[in-house]
């Protein structure tokens, strides 16, 4: 049976969170610890909250839309009426489509009874297995004309849901490309500051500020 590792920090030392939290915050006292330290724990701070930003506007994206896009089925199903029209045309040589609910449609020429009691005939989107001669149901305006049928509450919920992914995307692939740029600005400025350290360092740990040359194999 595999065993847990031991945790090998000092015993009362904070997680690396709680570490980065603190230094992020400038509550860390620690004396080791360099204005590079706290540049990254802000960065690592900066990361997180940018996570929580981007859900955040994704879900007010998607609300918003969906709220919206409700307001404007209910106006435009207002206006439209069912209707009952004829199939003139047999599904040949149409382009067949699906709804996004399993089904599929295509455009067919139907002939149906405007409110006025006049015979008019025109295209319209009508289930793949109709039969010509077969009654079909198709949307009227005010007017009498052929109208596309009220959107449906899970068409609705898709878009906003497209919407909210849209958003996180977008938000995140800019959070990235932003924290990615300064993390290879705090690389470069680590490797700057190690290069100037070691300059100072090393004439004194190879003996060479003391004039003694270095021995063989050190």
Known sequence: MARNSPDLRPKGSPRPSAAHLRRALGT??????????????????????????????????????????????????????????????????????PTGDGHVTYEAQVAWTS??????????????????????????SDSGTLAPAPRSAAGLQSDAIAVGIGTVTAVSLTVIAVLGVRRI?????????????????????????????????V
Do not use: Y
């Not at 839309?65 to 089925?73: D, H, I, V």
């Not at 015979?119 to 793949?128: K, L, S, Y």
């Open 115 to 140: 409110p006025a009691g006049h015979t008019t005939t025109g295209q319209a989107t009508v289930p793949a297995n109709a039969q010509p001669g077969s009654t079909v149901t198709v949307w009227l």
């Open 28 to 97: 860390d006292h620690n004396p080791l610890c360099r204005p590079l330290d706290r540049a990254r724990s802000r960065l690592w701070l900066g990361a997180r909250l940018s996570i929580l930003l981007a859900a955040a506007l994704a879900c007010a994206a998607a609300f918003l839309t969906l709220r919206e896009a409700e307001a404007n089925a209910r106006a435009a199903a207002a206006h439209v009426h069912r209707s009952q029209a004829v199939l003139l045309t047999p599904p040949e040589g149409t382009d067949p489509s």
């Open 185 to 217: 600005a705090l690389d470069r400025r680590a490797a700057a500051d190690w290069d100037r350290e070691w300059a100072e360092v090393e004439p004194t740990w190879s003996g060479r500020a003391r004039g003694t040359p270095d021995e063989p194999g």
